[in-house]
């Protein structure tokens, strides 16, 4: 089994900054990929990034060049900084993580998610 452990959320300013953390334990050697999904009151799930084990990423068009996910191998943990934030990235962001072979397989376990709110 895999646990994640996300931290990071809150309540930002429009224009302002947050980092979400997502940290793997367990069977990590199963992880192929991990990133975040994210869904607001009444709209669909978007996924909003996702980076291999080898590094590569994948973006909403949304978010590109205003979120970045990076991961740190030795400590098992994927970042999402996200700048300039509008009020329209508010919702609850959920960390995720599948066991390949794909970017894009589906999710096969999942963070406890945590609210970021954009609003002045």
């Known amino acids: 089994q895999v646990q994640l452990v996300e931290s990071g959320g809150g309540l930002v300013q429009p224009g302002g900054s947050l980092r979400l953390s997502c940290a793997a334990s367990g069977s990590i050697f199963s992880i192929y990929a991990m990133g975040w999904y994210r869904q607001a009151p009444g709209k669909q799930r978007e996924l909003v990034a996702v980076i291999t084990r080898g590094g590569s990423t994948n973006y909403a068009d949304s978010v590109k060049g205003r979120f970045t996910i990076s991961r740190d191998n030795a400590k098992n943990t994927v970042y999402l900084q996200m700048n300039s934030l509008k009020p329209e990235d508010t919702a609850v962001y959920s960390c995720?993580?599948?066991?390949?072979?794909?970017?894009?397989?589906?999710?096969?376990?999942w963070g406890q998610g945590t609210q970021v709110t954009v609003s002045s």
């Open positions: 995720y993580a599948n066991s390949g072979p794909t970017i894009f397989d589906i999710p096969r376990h």
